[in-house]
Nanobody
Framework: QVQLVESGGGLVQPGGSLRLSCAASGSIVSINVMGWYRQAPGKERELVAAITVGATRNYADSVKGRFSISRDSTKNTMYLQMNSLKPDDTAVYYC??????????????WGRGTLVTVSS
């Protein structure tokens, strides 16, 4: 069984910063792509940022220059540094990963999400 656990969400004022973490555990050999998605009330889930095993990064236009994604492959952990936060960034943030299991089967896994609220 593979689990993704997010942490670091909370309430922050506009212009503030937060750092999200996502830790993967279980029968994992490696992780190909890891990503952060978010879903605001009444909206569809959207990709925020993704990072490959080779550290190629991809960002949504709305967060470019403000958010930074990184990963520590030795710890199967991913991070999202969020700066200059805006009220529009308010959402539940989900961790996603494509993992390679010890059976050498690929599996897409989602975390349960962590709430980020940007408000004064």
């Amino acid at each position: 069984q593979v689990q993704l656990v997010e942490s670091g969400g909370g309430l922050v004022q506009p212009g503030g910063s937060l750092r999200l973490s996502c830790a993967a555990s279980g029968s994992i050999v490696s992780i190909n792509v890891m990503g952060w998605y978010r879903q605001a009330p009444g909206k569809e889930r959207e990709l925020v940022a993704a990072i490959t095993v080779g550290a190629t990064r991809n960002y949504a236009d709305s967060v470019k220059g403000r958010f930074s994604i990184s990963r520590d492959s030795t710890k199967n952990t991913m991070y999202l540094q969020m700066n200059s936060l805006k009220p529009d960034d308010t959402a539940v943030y989900y961790c996603n990963a494509e993992v390679v299991l010890t059976t050498y089967r690929n599996l897409e896994v989602w975390g349960r999400g962590t709430l980020v609220t940007v408000s004064s």
